[in-house]
């Protein structure tokens, strides 16, 4: 059952010298419950889609030129400011590249993880986000609750930080997550513990999960469909295994190889 479609989305920025055209007419589809990667180079598109997709191009100075963003039977992009706020963050969330840019500095991380939720969560009480909080971190495996809790994020490691961002994303029990490149800075080691983590949320959690990587090993492992950009198009897309064993694209064969 698809969840998620996306329909000759095209998405641009203005800038001195004229008009850049990051995503051009951008079409694909997401089924309940499973993993979904776009992958491609920097400056392929990849990450101003997923902005898309949760309404957040404009915080780039990006503009949605055409296009439909259908979930739920409904298109995003055509949506009141109430519903849509109703559905990012909550129906919809995404983990961010860099926890250090997307954290507060200046902020308790268990206040930042708390606020996630008791804005979606008006009417809980303090007791209900303080057990929210703890049983969203256990998910996470940040076991250190209290000591975490009560951190900046500059007194966390970079696994850690990664793993607040995820509590923030899941807390509200979302249905779709969007991972953009969530292993970004990582050591190998580390990055696996997040993978894998993902991996054991999107099966518990039952999540569609959309992430976005310029890793092929990552694509290939983690994924059940696979979706390739290149200079904001999707120039091939199908089943994972399928592409992987027969790419058709020149593009695609190169990024296998590489």
Do not use: C, W
């Amino acid at each position: 059952m698809k969840i998620l479609e996306v329909k000759n989305l095209s998405v641009e920025y203005k800038i001195a010298s004229g008009i850049v055209k990051a995503v051009k007419l951008v079409s694909f589809d997401v089924n309940k419950g499973e993993s979904f990667v776009i992958v491609g180079r920097s400056g392929s598109g990849k990450s101003t889609l997923a902005a898309a997709v949760m309404d957040l191009t404009e915080i780039d100075g990006a503009i949605i030129e055409s296009g439909n963003i259908i979930y739920d039977g409904r298109d995003l992009l055509q949506m009141s400011f109430e519903e849509k706020t109703a559905v990012k963050g909550k129906k919809i969330s995404m983990i961010f590249q860099d926890p250090q840019s997307y954290l507060n500095p200046v902020l308790k991380v268990g206040k930042q993880v708390a606020e996630a939720y008791g804005v979606h969560n008006p009417k809980a009480t303090k007791e209900d986000i303080a057990k929210k909080v703890e049983e969203v971190f256990r998910k996470v495996k940040l076991d250190d609750i209290k000591r975490i809790s009560n951190s900046y994020p500059h007194q966390l490691s970079g696994g850690q930080k990664q793993r607040a961002l995820i509590a923030m994303a899941i807390i509200n029990d979302p249905e779709i997550l969007i991972a953009d490149e969530p292993t970004t800075g990582l050591d190998a080691a580390v990055q696996k513990q997040i993978l894998d983590l993902l991996e054991e949320l999107k099966k518990s959690l039952g999540l569609t999960l959309i992430m976005i990587t310029h890793n092929m090993r990552i694509a290939k492992k983690f994924s059940d469909k696979i979706a390739v950009m290149h200079n904001g198009e999707i120039v091939e897309s199908g089943k994972t295994a399928e592409v992987f064993a027969n790419p058709k694209h020149e593009y695609t064969k190169l990024l296998i190889n590489s």
